[in-house]
């Protein structure tokens, strides 16, 4: 089973709508239970990218 990236800072980020600690969206937080591994692997295959693309705080 993939786990969660979540490091418990849940801040959504309003120009980018992802959390700024897990770096997933509303929605992928919300259907993360429910997603097979496959597809929890792919967002986390992502992670490196859109944490690239957020603006540095």
Do not use: F, H, T, Y
């Amino acid at each position: 089973m993939i786990q969660s990236p979540c490091i418990n800072i849940c801040q959504i980020d309003p120009e980018s709508g992802l959390c700024v600690g897990c770096l997933r969206s509303l929605d992928e937080i919300a259907r993360w239970g429910g997603m097979s591994d496959k597809e929890r692997q792919a967002i986390m295959d992502r992670l490196p990218e859109r944490r690239a693309g957020l603006p540095r705080r």
